[in-house]
């Protein structure tokens, strides 16, 4: 658009008061991702019109104060300072801050007051402010901050064109904040800094003599002169003589100011209503009833993966198998219709046909996210995770592993403590990510789905086993490589609010696709790895292709079809005779012999070559386990709309597995200890090149990727082959 203004917003607040939410009303879809240069945190940005005004919003990470504490409140800072190369000052700010609590939230505004950027106030939750009886002067409020001040509801999009417009006109005005002032003594030590640091933008000396021990003093500060140095610890003994001894003299200064500016502003009922959300709450934080609650609701959501997902899981399988059966009849034999159709269709189909359940999983995780239930969940661990030597904050990067390990990992940024961080990197990808769900959920069909309940349980059983394993690895940790005080845990406690059907949409929208994504970029390219090396050498001893053979049983079957009744014998051992020279093939392969060389390894634990295959296969990727399972465990004709849809885990591939560990009666009679044993395997191995990555850049080491990925390999063998021995013990004995 010719003559668009572009003017770049940086949106900031406290954890909690609707940001990113704000964030989405704001920029809608128009929105992407990006790592910044030389950090690993990722900073969304998104772009907001308003008449012929373009505005780059960029939402950067909650924090309470510009006193960086951690990482990524670190970036924030630099970001707004303007510290990052090629990085330039924002243009505007959009402070949130939560109408329920102004008073604490405005400390943080007060600070980006001493960045002289032109900025607006968004105050948000005026709807339960309301509710509360509390009432604001937003007019008296403005004229006493000497900024725009714009109530909004942002989950509704309320006033967010008033917002955009007084945004527009301060930076149009050069509407600029007054500092709130500060002592004598303490602008005369800042000013004699800035003279040995001239250079460096005035806020980023004053922020270096506030935040005595912060991250910002750690990665500044050795940067700076002697002189400078040596300076900075004199002033702040001086201050100290005055009776401001930083940062506490500070703080307590901006929260009188604050009381100031609010006085006549805010008025609250004189007796607090206890309310129905009030109710839940004392039973959502209950060390009985809360975690009660907790078990309940873990419980629904794993049943809900099973029940609920069913119909489109087969509607999926459906259209999957009706897609082969396209691409079989239209192509002849050879290599490029069983790579379509076996290792594309099949193998990256069987793991697309899990996205539903995928996508419970989120829709459940995002509602009790967006409704506070996430923040109680975490009180309660609190003294389970304190004992065993885990941070407090280290509840919700473990439970945002359960989506991913990746974000979850990258989210320990909020604790402060680096072994504290550094032992909840080590154990997040214990915990059982979505990308295992698709192998659990085929398995636990397959072999563990009756009665109606054994399915969720089993499946919040396989996920507890996460929280088990989590905390008693940290509390080793702690106590050998990473010994250190045991942690304290200060957390905020959002209030209960309803979820808004717009969150849960783009957090459940946001992993499907890219779980989608991913099915199209990493796993085709495995699997069409995986089929390769599967499919060759496609000859026999004799020079003849397994297909031609395969074609000629394939044309006597339907000969023997014609027959009706009396070729009912002869299809049936013609199908044998087919599946038998399937499986020589796939035996034969390259990935086949090594599978074999490989099996006195898998042996202890209940596997034969073929588990061994699907798991050396998904080391890459989780998810590529079951893509290797549908090329290998392909038996016979497609089968039929009718034989498809059927009851919980009887998929094509479900079925092919029952009948391959139900020929041989030594391994029917331990297949339940054999899928057991796999799925414990799965659930404490580290099979995930983007996991190890990701740990490689926030520790800057190769050392603890490779001892990660060393422990939970070592362990998931020990564990699985426990499963499987205990299980052929327990068996014997009871037959």
């Not at 560990?661 to 057991?676: D, F, L």
Request: aromatic share 10%.
């Amino acid at each position: 658009m010719t003559g668009t203004k572009k003017i770049r917003v940086a949106l900031l607040g406290n954890p909690n008061t609707g940001k990113t939410t704000l964030f989405n009303a704001l920029t809608g879809l128009k929105q992407h991702v990006g790592n910044y240069p030389g950090i690993t945190i990722e900073i969304k940005t998104g772009i907001s019109r308003f008449e012929d005004v373009e505005f780059e919003v960029i939402d950067l990470p909650g924090t309470y104060s510009l006193a960086a504490r951690s990482p990524d409140e670190l970036i924030a800072l630099e970001l707004l300072l303007g510290l990052r190369p090629g990085e330039a000052p924002p243009d505007a700010i959009i402070s949130i801050v939560d109408a329920t609590n102004l008073e604490r939230h405005l400390y943080l505004a007060g600070q980006l007051f001493d960045l002289q950027i032109p900025m607006v106030m968004a105050v948000n939750f005026i709807d339960e402010a309301k509710a509360k009886g509390i009432e604001i002067e937003f007019e008296h409020l403005s004229e006493r901050l000497g900024i725009a001040v714009i109530p909004i509801q942002a989950n509704k999009g309320i006033n967010l064109d008033r917002l955009k417009s007084a945004l527009y006109s301060a930076v149009l005005d050069k509407r600029i904040p007054d500092k709130l002032p500060a002592p004598e003594e303490f602008e005369q030590a800042k000013k004699k800094l800035h003279v040995l640091l001239p250079t460096a933008p005035p806020v980023l000396v004053r922020r270096l003599l506030i935040d005595v021990g912060g991250y910002l003093e750690k990665t500044y500060l050795p940067r700076t002169n002697l002189e400078f140095r040596e300076e900075l610890a004199a002033s702040r003994d001086r201050l100290a003589t005055f009776g401001h001894a930083l940062p506490t003299a500070d703080v307590r200064r901006r929260f009188d100011q604050i009381r100031h500016i609010l006085k006549g502003i805010i008025t609250r009922p004189d007796v607090h209503v206890r309310q129905f959300r009030d109710r839940l709450d004392a039973i959502f934080t209950h060390k009985v009833w809360g975690t009660l609650v907790f078990f309940l609701a873990m419980f629904c959501l794993f049943q809900s993966i099973f029940s609920w997902a069913e119909p489109a899981k087969s509607v999926i399988e459906f259209g999957q198998d009706w897609l082969t059966r396209q691409v079989e009849s239209a192509m002849s034999a050879g290599p490029l219709r069983s790579l379509l159709s076996e290792g594309i269709i099949k193998g990256v189909g069987s793991v697309l046909v899990f996205l539903p359940q995928i996508l419970v999983l989120f829709v459940f995780i995002s509602v009790m996210e967006d409704c506070g239930y996430l923040a109680r969940a975490a009180f309660l661990m609190d003294k389970l995770m304190s004992g065993c030597g885990l941070h407090g904050r280290s509840f919700i990067p473990l439970l945002s592993s359960l989506a991913c390990a990746v974000p979850g990992i990258m989210s320990t940024r909020v604790i402060e403590n680096h072994r504290d961080r550094l032992t909840t990197i080590l154990v997040a990808p214990l915990m059982s990510c979505s990308a295992r769900l698709p192998l659990y959920v085929l398995i636990i069909g397959t072999f563990l789905s009756d009665p109606w309940w054994l399915p969720g349980l089993t499946l919040f059983g396989v996920y507890l086993l996460g929280f088990i394993a989590a905390p008693l690895f940290a509390l080793l940790f702690k106590r050998t490589i990473l010994r250190g005080p045991r942690p304290l845990f200060v957390m905020e406690m959002p209030p209960l609010r309803r979820p808004t059907l717009r969150n849960v949409f783009r957090r459940v929208y946001d992993a499907g696709r890219a779980f989608v994504m991913r099915a199209g970029t990493v796993i085709l390219a495995a699997m069409i790895l995986v089929w390769a090396s599967l499919y060759f050498p496609n000859k026999d001893l004799n020079g003849v292709p397994y297909e031609d053979h395969l074609e000629l049983i394939s044309e006597k079957i339907d000969h023997a079809k014609e027959q009706g009744a009396e070729g009912e014998a002869t299809v049936e051992k013609l199908e044998e005779e087919k599946n038998q020279l399937f499986y020589n093939w796939r035996k034969e392969s390259y990935l086949g012999r090594v599978g074999q060389w490989m099996e006195p390894v898998f042996r202890p634990l209940g596997w034969d070559w073929k588990i061994g295959v699907a798991a050396l296969a998904s080391f890459p990727a989780r998810e590529v386990v079951v893509g290797t399972l549908g090329i290998l465990y392909k038996q016979g004709e497609v089968e039929t709309k009718d034989q498809q849809i059927s009851e919980v885990g009887e998929t094509p591939l479900a079925k092919a597995i029952r009948s391959d560990w139900s020929e041989e009666p030594s391994r029917n009679k331990y297949r339940i200890a054999t899928a057991v044993s796999l799925i414990v395997f799965f659930a404490f191995c580290c099979q995930c090149v983007s996991t190890l990555a990701v740990i490689r850049r926030e520790t800057q080491s190769l050392l603890w990727p490779t001892f990660t990925f060393v422990y939970m390999t070592a362990l998931a063998y020990l564990a699985s082959m426990a499963t499987f021995q205990i299980g052929r013990l327990i068996i014997d004995r009871s037959v």
